[in-house]
């Protein structure tokens, strides 16, 4: 005899693939015409942005373009120089169980870079960076909630879960023409970029997502070739998009992250001559998930009073996530500059972040090594760099979880000021933020099925009209009714007890 369960379906965010792969840089670049001979470098960047991905078949397929970005003193006046250079790449990602719905998410990271100059207008550039590619899928799965039978017995416990209910990876373009203004020279050329997204304000409506925020871009530049004259400018853009998200209401915990995945900064000033105007073109991808917290009834164990009952079990990942977390902290570093003076701070920025994520009983801490970089130049008005590594800790609540927890999270510097202390040192201040989603799971055995012999009736003394059951201390009344092929709740009743753990050595009536 097969017994009629109920069950109750969600969906679950599995994911079906994880892996990096190491893509090399080996370039022996010849400065342009335009550029002068190179006297010392200062810094050599690298920055590889991701143009496209798709997913087709059982493959995921990445291009992007790596770029070097060169500081250096010339070789006649000493002033500050850049030049750049570009290269495409692409590799691929072999994918099992991918379909069309699957979400991609897609990022680079640098491993290390070497720059040696062989000549005044040869350089020699060797390095490595990681494409790191995640594909995330929704997956159905249901759970037994009920099993019908007046000689079943179910023991029941209540949970909560994140319901799945809908994900999206959306790409859109972010162009915009911004005006540096009077007052602070003509751009000639930018020296460095950096394009930061914050997300402020996230509201979802029916299969639709509101999505508020700004794109922080800073730039340095030069407004004189000659003289090396350089400015700074920053540039608060506002950001909203409606983000596409099939399954999403106000009702659903969303995890939104935004991925800068490629962006260009051009002037007008090149066409135009005196113009201030700078051209912003960015390649963004919103990734969503959007989870329902539902409670389920989970069944753990039953017995039939009449039958020889046979479940049958399995493990079940359950699943819960909790609202996004942001943190700001402050990092302070006390950057010296050895046995040269400072004079003037020209730019100051965070190189690279490298983080860790430790899981032990008390929670989740995420501490990240911030490499920070500063072009500063000396009384005698050369340019030169120091770099500083500084520690930061960020420790999350998680309060209602389950016990393995996992965390998905980004860093970006909110803000970063300085000033000169000496002669030779200057403080550094970095606001940094973290935007974290957490979720976790964990195993629980539940029922899926049951069945009886109707021929194997259980075997029940009914010559006694009274049995007296002698607990002890910490045994469970569902044990004990099962043994005696009765109902917890007519044990409960019939020894006017309220808990199922007895705390005591109890004598027990058993009808």
Same mark, same amino acid.
């Given at each position: ?340 003076? $400072?004079?003037?701070?020209?730019? #100051?920025? @965070? %190189?690279?972040?490298? /983080?860790? *994520? !430790?899981?032990?009983?008390?929670? =989740? &801490? ?59 040192? $200057?403080?550094?201040?970095?606001? #940094?933020? @973290? %935007?974290?989603?957490? /979720?976790? *799971? !964990?195993?629980?055995?539940?029922? =899926? &099925? ?59 009536? $058993?009808?």
């Amino acid at each position: 005899m097969e017994y009629m369960v109920e069950k109750e379906g969600f969906d679950v965010c599995e994911k079906v693939f994880e892996g990096a792969k190491e893509q090399p840089v080996d370039i022996e670049l010849s400065l342009p015409d335009y550029c002068p001979d190179v006297e010392r470098i200062l810094k050599c960047r690298m920055s590889a942005g991701i143009t496209s991905k798709s997913i087709t078949g059982d493959r995921l397929d990445v291009e992007g373009s790596i770029t070097l970005r060169l500081y250096y003193l010339d070789s006649k006046k000493r002033n500050l120089r850049f030049c750049e250079h570009s290269a495409p790449f692409s590799c691929s990602f072999n994918i099992k169980n991918a379909d069309s719905e699957c979400v991609s998410r897609v990022r680079t990271r640098n491993e290390y870079l070497n720059c040696r100059a062989v000549s005044p207008r040869k350089l020699d550039i060797h390095g490595a960076f990681s494409v790191m590619a995640a594909v995330y899928k929704s997956v159905p799965s249901e759970i037994v909630t009920y099993m019908d039978g007046d000689d079943i017995q179910q023991r029941s416990h209540t949970v909560r879960i994140s319901d799945l209910r809908g994900c999206s990876g959306q790409q859109f373009s972010l162009s915009e023409v911004l005006d540096i203004g009077s007052g602070k020279g003509t751009p000639e050329t930018i020296l460095r970029s950096e394009l930061n997204i914050l997300t402020d304000e996230c509201r979802a409506i029916e299969d639709k997502l509101m999505l508020k925020g700004e794109a922080v871009l800073k730039i340095l530049y030069l407004t004189d070739l000659e003289t090396g004259t350089r400015d700074t400018m920053t540039f608060h853009i506002p950001l909203s998009q409606i983000i596409d998200v099939r399954g999403i209401n106000e009702n659903t915990v969303n995890d939104v992250s935004v991925d800068v995945m490629s962006y260009d900064v051009s002037l007008r000033s090149e066409y135009d001559e005196g113009s201030t105007l700078v051209a912003l073109d960015a390649r963004l991808c919103a990734n969503v998930f959007a989870y329902e917290q539902k409670d389920i009834t989970v069944i753990d164990d039953a017995y039939s009073t009449i039958y020889d009952l046979k479940p049958v079990y399995q493990s079940e990942n359950l699943f819960r996530v909790m609202p996004c977390c942001r943190m700001i902290q402050n990092v302070t570093a006390s950057m010296t500059a050895g046995d040269r003076n $400072v004079s003037e701070v020209i730019d #100051v920025w @965070l %190189d690279s972040v490298s /983080s860790i *994520t !430790e899981t032990d009983q008390s929670g =989740i &801490s995420i501490k990240a090594k911030l490499n920070i970089c500063m072009l500063v130049q000396d009384k005698d008005g050369q340019p030169f760099c120091i770099e500083k590594a500084a520690d930061i800790c960020f420790v999350p609540e998680c309060n209602d979880l389950y016990n393995k927890q996992t965390v998905s999270y980004s860093l970006s510097a909110a803000d970063i000021s300085f000033r000169i202390v000496d002669d030779t040192s $200057v403080e550094v201040k970095a606001a #940094v933020r @973290l %935007d974290a989603f957490i /979720s976790s *799971t !964990e195993q629980c055995r539940c029922i =899926i &099925s049951a069945s009886a012999d109707e021929d194997a009736l259980r075997e029940n003394d009914k010559t006694a009209a009274l049995t007296i059951y002698y607990a002890d201390s910490g045994e469970d009344i569902w044990d004990i009714a099962r043994s005696y092929c009765t109902t917890p709740e007519s044990l409960r009743l019939e020894n006017d007890l309220e808990n199922d753990i007895l705390h005591g050595g109890e004598m027990l009536v $058993v009808s």
